[in-house]
């Protein structure tokens, strides 16, 4: 499956067996599978292996959901080397608060490497393609309110809080013409 690509970056999805491995905390097999340097500390983040394994069954029940399943945050200079993680909650329709339609988007970048504007062209990138290769419209993000970086995201991109809450985010939405 192609990358979806940006200016800086590159957003790999992660094949059934590399989402396998990484289920399985097997960093040594999940280095093997790509052609990208993977940070020790990938395994550090809170709720990682909760998501890859959610992510994994996801696409082993229905291989129609990888292109919407996680994809590594890849910067392509001076080395390629993995960033963060980037999905959507799945296909269009399924999203936080079951918009007909819409895709929500979510995405992580490394403590080390934010403040470079990776977020905004994450983001930016999942909804053009999204919208390009699927006819997207609609988008969704959930967001902590103490997370400022990300709601700065929202508001660069023209999202709009709808008023909903879930789950302690604030859900914001933006629409395409």
Known sequence: MEAIRSSR?????????VLAAFASA??????????FAIPDDFYLKPGWLELVRMRHDQVRRDPAWLPW???????????????????????PGINDVSTPGAAEIGYTVAAAHRGNGYATEVARAM???????????????????????????????????TGDVVDGELIFELRLP
């Open 9 to 17: 970056l590159d957003l790999v999805s992660l094949s059934p067996e």
């Open 26 to 35: 097997d960093l040594v097999a999940a280095r093997a599978l790509v052609d």
């Open 69 to 91: 399943s996680l994809r590594a945050i890849v910067v392509r200079e001076p080395a390629r080397a993995m960033v963060g993680h980037a999905n959507f909650h799945g296909p």
């Open 127 to 161: 909804m053009e393609w999204a919208h390009a290769e699927h006819g997207v419209t609609r988008f969704i993000s959930g967001v902590r309110p103490d997370n400022a970086a990300s709601l700065r995201v929202n508001d660069k991109l023209g999202f709009t809080r």
